[in-house]
């Protein structure tokens, strides 16, 4: 588990589900035993153990029901233990509570069907150890159950009895663990899209909430504030975008965008830094179109940190092209900082770096403190 | 103290840049190359704006034309210019001149520059870097040394001698050399190429770099 705060998870609903399944199994079970409760009431040749093991399995499958309700959660492997272990021990007390004649094919010996139900709703737990020592308990039981009346023409019958408690407890238990699965995927797949679409609204908003600050300067130059303006008129469309639930990448037009667009519109917000742009060995080079507005919006972000924190007196934005890769370095001469004893932030975490590499676009920043800083971006050209 | 000549039409330049670089000895300051030429006083630097004609003096002797009127008599030139077109500062080169500083530099950049210029370095501003870059990727310059080509990258990118040496593993002094040497061999370029070839590497019409080339002998403008 990522750890995001999210509405109940699809585990607990799924772990829920199969506890009702589990209770539905035990008191359907519960309906099947009557013939057993009404032949110990009615007929005094069956006497006082049938009434007796009929009550225990009664009090168990009530016991179950009961802790489920209150509990809300799966058995645990000692419940697991005590419930098996009680199923078969009612088994083996059924070879001499149960008439030999009922014993099997009938609901008054109502011990294997109650071990049954008691196997698939084990299904339930999830630790796998304790069930199979549940199914190995029950099956001695079998054995005992049915020692004294097995006979070599029952045998088919006799084996296909053995066989119905592991197979469908074996489908109940693959049937859980799909199921606790899927709901943990599940889980996991809402958490990834929560991330997502916080790192969308860190993107969209981390440019917009960096004009607001520089906005909110009170000493703000005019040249600066009429670019800050421009800019902000371009992050305010942006956001009313996202709000809207609309795209803010371009879905039509052309194909590409040629790469000294991309930089030219970027640069074109900051004529306070006045970025000298050296275009010259990328002047044919293309980016798919799908990249510039990714491309556009880490550049302003780069370019806003160069403002915001550089203190530099130059800014160059160099761009290369050849054999189908374009390389990108924005460079600045300011303060620099030492790129391993910080955390990046918004901008160049998730803007710049986490954005771009989506997009297959590399990001590579150089710098040290005193020695300014140099940004590498490096992507493929569109054809 | 080194010492410098200046010309620039505008008063305000002729009287503020000895007082903004006093590190500089500014021995006499023109508001045209031929009251220069006339005097001809020994110096380490004539610091030359590109536009000198005005009303109060047109038709005076400006650009490359002045660039070389003033190489021919000895003088090591440095532009002063606004001006931000790729081929006239290539012009400026072609013409002779050792250094071309953008008047939007910053005061301590460009008395930095004018010493260096003084000292025999060439000063070429960036967007002329990036044009050598340009033609040193289409084998028009041929730069030789390996080490020339990373250090050209290198300030083609912006990156200052300090940052090259960290990068490079490499003395800034051994940097300036090979820096130094790259200049020499794209100074040789522009003095020997035609407007017609450069025409061509940069794209541009026939013909419109003409008029702003340097002839043989003074020309231009």
């Known amino acids: ?383 | 103290m080194m010492r410098a000549l200046l010309v620039d039409d505008t008063t305000i330049v002729r009287e503020s840049l000895p007082l903004l670089m006093p590190s500089i000895d500014f021995v006499a300051a023109y508001s045209h190359v031929d009251a220069l030429i006339a005097e001809a006083l020994p110096a380490d630097l004539v610091v030359l704006d590109l536009h000198l004609a005005n009303t109060t003096q047109p038709g005076v002797r400006q650009g490359v034309a002045a660039i070389q009127a003033l190489v021919e008599l000895g003088y090591r030139v440095c532009a002063y210019t606004q001006e931000e077109r790729r081929f006239v500062l290539a012009a400026c080169l072609a013409a002779g001149a050792q250094g071309v500083v953008s008047k939007s530099a910053t005061v301590p950049a460009t008395t930095e520059a004018f010493h260096r210029v003084a000292a025999g370095e060439f000063a070429i501003p960036m967007p002329l870097v990036g044009l050598v870059e340009l033609l040193a990727r289409r084998r028009s310059v041929t730069i030789a040394s390996p080490r020339q080509l990373e250090v050209l990258a290198g300030r083609a990118r912006g990156l200052t001698y300090a940052e090259l040496s960290r990068r490079m593993h490499l003395s800034e002094a051994t940097l300036r050399g090979y820096w130094a040497d790259l200049c020499v061999t794209v100074s040789t370029y522009f003095r020997n190429v035609s407007p017609g070839d450069l025409e061509r590497e940069l794209g541009v019409g026939p013909g419109d770099l003409v008029s702003y080339w340097p002839t043989p002998g003074g020309g231009g403008d």
Not at chain 1, 163 to 183: E, Q, S
Not at chain 1, 333 to 353: E, K
């Open chain 1, 1 to 383: 588990m990522l750890g995001l705060p999210l509405t109940p998870s699809a585990v607990v609903g799924a772990e829920r589900i199969m506890l009702i399944f589990a209770c539905a199994v035990r008191l359907g079970t519960l309906v099947e035993m009557t013939p057993a409760a009404i032949a110990a009431w009615t007929s005094p040749s069956y006497g006082v153990g049938t009434a007796v093991t009929w009550a225990v399995a009664t009090a168990m499958v009530i016991a179950f029901v009961v802790l489920a309700a209150t509990r809300r959660t799966l058995p645990t492997a000692p419940m697991i233990l005590l419930d098996t272990g009680v199923a078969a021990a009612l088994l083996i007390a059924g070879a001499w509570t149960v008439p030999a004649d009922v014993r099997i094919g009938s609901w008054i010996g109502f011990e294997p069907g109650y071990a049954l139900s008691v196997v698939i709703s084990a299904a339930a737990c999830p630790n796998a150890r304790a069930w199979l020592a549940g199914l190995t308990m029950v099956l001695v039981g079998k054995v005992v159950y049915v020692w004294s009346v097995a006979r070599l023409s029952e045998a088919t019958t006799l084996v296909g009895d053995f066989l119905t408690v592991v197979v469908m407890g074996g489908i109940a238990v693959l049937m859980a663990a799909y199921i606790r699965g899927l709901a943990a995927e599940a889980d996991i797949a809402r958490e990834l899209a929560a991330r997502e679409e916080q790192r969308r609204a860190r993107m969209v908003f981390h440019n917009g909430v960096a004009m607001l600050g520089l906005l909110a300067q009170p000493d703000l130059d005019p040249g600066t504030l009429t670019a800050a303006r421009t800019q902000a008129r371009a992050e305010v469309y942006r956001g009313r975008m996202y709000l809207s639930g609309s795209s803010t990448s371009a879905t039509a037009g052309p194909s590409s965008t040629p790469l000294t667009e991309v930089i030219r519109n970027a640069a074109a917000g900051f004529p306070d830094l006045a970025p000298q742009l050296m275009l010259d060995l990328a002047h044919d080079a293309q980016v798919p179109a799908e990249q510039a507005g990714p491309l556009g919006a880490a550049l302003v972000s780069l370019l806003l940190n160069v403002r915001l924190h550089a203190q530099a007196s130059t800014t160059v934005i160099h761009a290369d092209a050849e054999e189908g890769r374009w390389t990108l370095t924005v460079h600045d001469d300011g303060v620099g900082f030492d790129p391993s004893g910080i955390d990046l932030g918004v901008g160049l975490r998730d803007v710049v770096t986490g954005a771009l590499a989506s997009h297959g676009i590399r990001t590579e920043i150089d710098s040290a403190a005193g020695f300014g800083t140099t940004v590498t971006l490096t992507g493929r050209s569109a054809p």
